[in-house]
């Protein structure tokens, strides 16, 4: 006996960073483009690569690796730009290379274990395996709720 709800299930746009791979709600997508050069803000935060200019609109732009608290590394032609929308808020997401759309049921999904507290508390909603590999779901509101109120 198979129960499925079909709002249960929910497709993910993966990607890389720093060898590790997270993954967004593909509703919350907008566009992927390739890297571009990201004009800075004074006082903005380390995470912030700065600003872009998205067909007319100015799009803040953050190192989701930075945000995370991965290691810093340089940019290159396979990095992306996730252009996602959170709260009526776009945001471009500076990532290593976008990866798959895979759909997953809520039964595929799993919490993450509690570690520690810190800058990236909370950004981690889920966790679920696909082909051998663990996948960080990302919480988008936790991840980009302060750099909306930062890039304000």
């Known amino acids: 006996m198979t129960e499925t709800v079909l709002s249960a299930n929910m ?5 890389r960073l720093a060898e590790q791979e997270y993954a967004l709600d593909i509703m919350s997508v ?7 050069h990201a004009t800075q803000l004074p006082h903005a935060p ?10 007319g609109t100015v799009l803040p732009v953050m190192d989701l690796g930075l945000r995370l608290g991965l290691p810093p590394r340089e940019e290159n032609e396979r990095n992306v730009i ?3 929308k959170s709260e009526d808020v776009m945001t471009g997401l500076l990532v290593d290379a976008v990866s798959d759309i895979v759909a997953v049921t809520g039964e595929d999904l ?9 800058a990236s508390e909370g950004v981690v909603s889920s966790l679920t395996l696909i082909d051998e590999r663990m996948i960080r779901v990302l919480n988008l509101a936790a991840t980009v709720g302060t750099i909306e109120r930062t890039a304000a």
């Open 46 to 55: 380390a995470y912030m690569k700065g600003v872009i200019n998205l067909r």
């Open 30 to 36: 907008r566009e992927i483009r390739g890297w571009t």
């Open 110 to 118: 799993q919490p993450p274990p509690e570690l520690s507290s810190g």
């Open 82 to 84: 996730i252009v996602v």
């Open 11 to 15: 497709e993910l746009l993966t990607f």
